[in-house]
């Protein structure tokens, strides 16, 4: 077993500036026609080598782009949901399959295609490679959108509501496509909805708790090519109970003889429109490191809590930051937490230097 992650197809679309092509730099577009061509080629060279002779390739996609521009909403949300998957067999059967799978269909697929299927296993879900006699629901969500959804077992009609199940939409379909365009959105009925709040349960667990504690990153050497702020880490999204206290803790070092540049943190609710703390950024040069830890103690609950981190460069010097721990963990309080923010430590000096 080998797996491949490509990341060049997402933001910021690092593609070399060697590539040749007649879309704009900085682009989505360029990124994708760079990964189609890649691709492309790393089939060609296994094809050429006899690999795929007895080996199975896989290509598929964690996420969509989605569109930007054209169609309706409901266009750009399935299409930020929706995606493919290409399997290349040695048996050279060419198929093409129009049902709706998910990401934790993918083991159990894999399992199915290695004749597995009826061995005792852990996954769930329904093989790729296998046709069903019953349809099923399939329930998808998007973080970055906040939302969740399910399409039906017929997959002509789908609905979509909010992380929270406040509100929610059915999406009643004409034809028996996504791709039309003829559609009504009336509210919700509530059986749909109570099938989207039973999915979420069991997907996040009955003994889900918000204490809990999360490694932002760790040994990560990230190279500063720009002088504007460019993130680190972000995006945990998790919810903070009243009283509730947030540790984060960051150690870093710059690198990059005579390089600088400026390093600053946050920690922000409701997706990045409220701020809870805002710590003085430092200013670093090569050959310095860095520690920052503090406690937040919240007198109220917050929601879609990140911590950032991000960096820009100071100067034309090549300069690098390589993050040794980033966390952020959520705990009850103790006798000695304040509300509201106490700095545990903040410290700069040469590395080496504890």
């Known amino acids: 077993m080998m797996t491949l992650l490509t990341v060049g197809t997402h933001h910021p679309f690092p593609v ?21 061509q890649a691709v492309a080629e790393l089939v060609r060279g296994l094809e050429v080598d006899g690999a795929l002779e007895d080996t199975v390739v896989l290509i598929t996609a964690d996420e969509s782009h989605g569109l930007d521009e054209g169609g ?41 295609l290695l004749g597995l299927g009826d061995e005792p296993h852990p996954f769930i879900g329904r093989s790729m490679f296998r046709a069903y006699a019953e349809p099923r629901r399939v329930f998808v ?7 969740v959804g399910m399409i039906d077992s017929s997959q002509e009609d789908a609905w979509t509501c909010d992380e929270r199940l406040t509100a929610c939409s059915h999406i009643e379909l004409d034809a028996p496509s996504f791709v039309s365009s003829k559609r009504r959105i009336v509210p919700a009925a509530r059986h749909a909805m109570s099938f989207i709040r039973a999915a979420q349960t069991r997907a996040a667990g009955s003994d889900v708790s918000p204490l809990q504690q999360l490694q932002l990153t760790a040994d990560r050497l990230v190279p500063v090519v720009t002088g504007e702020d460019q993130l680190l880490y972000a995006g945990q999204y998790v919810s903070i109970p009243t009283d509730a206290v947030v540790d984060v803790e960051l150690t870093a070092e710059v690198q990059g003889d005579g390089g600088k540049l400026l390093l600053s943190t946050d920690l922000v609710a409701d997706a990045g429109g409220r701020p809870l703390v805002t710590p003085e950024p430092f200013v670093l040069e090569g050959g310095q490191a860095m520690v920052l830890s503090y406690s937040f103690r919240s007198e109220s609950p917050a929601h879609w809590v990140e911590a950032r981190a991000l960096a820009r460069r100071l100067g034309s010097r090549d ?6 721990r980033a966390t952020l963990r959520i705990r009850m309080p103790e ?10 430590e903040r410290s700069v000096h040469p590395l080496g230097v504890d």
């Open 141 to 147: 969500a998007n973080q970055n959108a906040r939302t």
């Open 16 to 36: 070399p500036e060697s590539f040749v092509t007649a879309e704009p730099h900085g682009s989505f577009a360029r990124a994708a026609r760079y990964t189609d």
């Open 335 to 344: 006798p000695d937490d304040a509300p509201g923010l106490t700095t545990r």
């Open 72 to 112: 309706d909403d409901l266009t750009k949300l399935l299409t930020q949901n929706l995606s493919f998957l290409v399997a290349v067999l040695p048996s050279h059967q060419q198929r093409a399959i129009d049902e709706v799978f998910v990401q934790s269909d993918t083991a159990l697929s894999i399992v199915d």
């Open 319 to 324: 300069v690098a930051i390589r993050i040794s």
